[in-house]
């Protein structure tokens, strides 16, 4: 029995050339054309020496929700700044910190992964746990460490924070099909109020 030999084509695949071009650059911390080349250079020789079996993500991009998803991270990002900045020189006690569980309804490991990325990457919250759709029966769930939360109401508003996340996550990369089983999990739970509409 002869083994497959894999065409270049079937090698290199873009979104998984371009995922390893921004990891490359997120290791680094600094966007140059020297770490873009480099990066690029690396995810060839990887992608070509070490070939992944085909993934299907289903996902459907949508450019301007993409602009949109990213105008809103970089709201987010100035203003929770401000206020980790805030929180560091103000005068006073330390502030306290709580550990949030949000359940999640996309049902899919790719959109929980990049929810926890995207509130992750926003300061004064970490993820410090995920609990994977696949892991759980069909749902997932992320463990939040959010800094100078302590009330119920500081809970409740973490949580809105990130159905929200996720929300924006959904109708910008969802499919129709995806979009509908992720509201009916919503309504299911009684968040349909921060699930939205149509896709």
């Known amino acids: 029995m002869t083994a497959k030999v894999l065409s270049l084509r079937e090698r290199v695949s873009l979104p998984v050339l371009v995922w390893l071009v921004v990891l490359w650059l997120l290791l ?5 054309w020297a770490n873009v080349l480099s990066g690029t250079a690396l995810a060839l020789v990887v992608t070509l020496v070490l070939p992944l079996p085909t993934v299907s993500f289903g996902i459907r991009v949508r450019p301007l929700r993409i602009a949109a998803l990213l105008a809103r991270f970089l709201v987010d990002l100035v203003a929770a700044s401000a206020q980790v900045a805030w929180l560091a020189v103000r005068p006073g006690r330390q502030p306290r910190n709580s ?5 999640l309804h996309s049902g899919s490991d790719l959109f929980v992964a990049m ?3 995207v509130v992750s990457l926003v300061p004064g919250s970490v ?3 995920i609990g994977a759709p696949s892991a759980q029966g069909g749902l997932g769930s992320i463990y939040i460490h959010a800094l100078g939360v302590h009330t119920e109401e500081g ?3 973490t949580r809105r924070d990130v159905l929200l996340t996720e929300r924006r996550i959904m109708r910008t990369f969802a499919t129709p099909r995806a979009y509908a089983e992720y509201l009916e999990r919503c309504r299911a739970d009684g968040s349909d109020g921060l699930c939205g509409g149509k896709p």
Do not use: F, H, I, N
């Open 115 to 117: 929810t926890a990325e």
């Open 99 to 103: 550990v949030v569980r949000v359940p």
């Open 127 to 129: 993820v410090v746990e």
């Open 155 to 157: 809970l409740e508003r």
């Open 28 to 32: 680094w911390g600094d966007l140059s």
